[in-house]
């Protein structure tokens, strides 16, 4: 997984192949779009996650980089204005399937622990995709029903997380401070 290797360069491959591939993507019924990587998939979430990470690392970027940075930020942004009733509904539609994952996680904790301390890295970053997609989310967009949801999901794997170090890079760290992404912090316990 990219966030426990973290690469700037890793994270510019993978935003570039997604923005290019935007239009017609965002406009498609199509949730998970298909980018020519395959480390990674193509949804609203990931490009969100990676630009913020991105725009966080700017001053350990070199000129080049910055360079490929900013073009895509650009070329990103030019899409969500032009498409941006399509862009927020495919946000919410991430949401809403993302939430419905983390239930099916916590329902698999309930049952098998063992489980769920094995399997939760993958959750713990598809929690962080969803913060990245709210704090993104165009205003207009009702969220109301999926922010009760996020509550009830967040109620749940509170219950199961303990406290862990911080557990992806160092270096994304700074980015996600543990008032905020404290999923990030914890971690199932392995049962005895």
Request: proline content about 7%.
């Amino acid at each position: 997984m990219a966030e426990h290797n973290y690469s700037i360069d890793l994270d510019l491959k993978e935003v570039k192949a997604m923005v290019d591939t935007l239009v017609p993507y965002i406009y498609e019924n199509d949730l998970y779009g298909k980018i020519n990587i395959d480390s990674a998939r193509l949804t609203p979430g990931s490009i969100v996650l990676r630009l913020r990470r991105l725009a966080a690392m700017r001053d350990q970027m070199n000129p080049s980089q910055l360079a490929q940075f900013e073009k895509i930020n650009a070329k990103n942004e030019a899409v969500f204005k032009e498409w941006n009733v399509a862009y927020g509904k495919k946000m919410l539609r991430e949401i809403e399937s993302r939430l419905r994952d983390l239930q099916t996680y916590l329902g698999e904790c309930k049952d098998d622990p063992k489980l769920c301390a094995n399997a939760y890295i993958p959750e713990a970053l598809r929690r962080t995709l969803i913060a990245e997609i709210f704090d993104a989310l165009p205003p207009d967009v009702d969220s109301t029903e999926v922010k009760a949801t996020l509550k009830s999901v967040d109620s749940g794997l509170r219950r199961y997380i303990r406290e862990a170090p911080f557990f992806w890079d160092a270096a994304l760290q700074p980015i996600y401070p543990p008032e905020t992404f404290w999923w990030l912090y914890g971690r199932p316990p392995q049962p005895e």
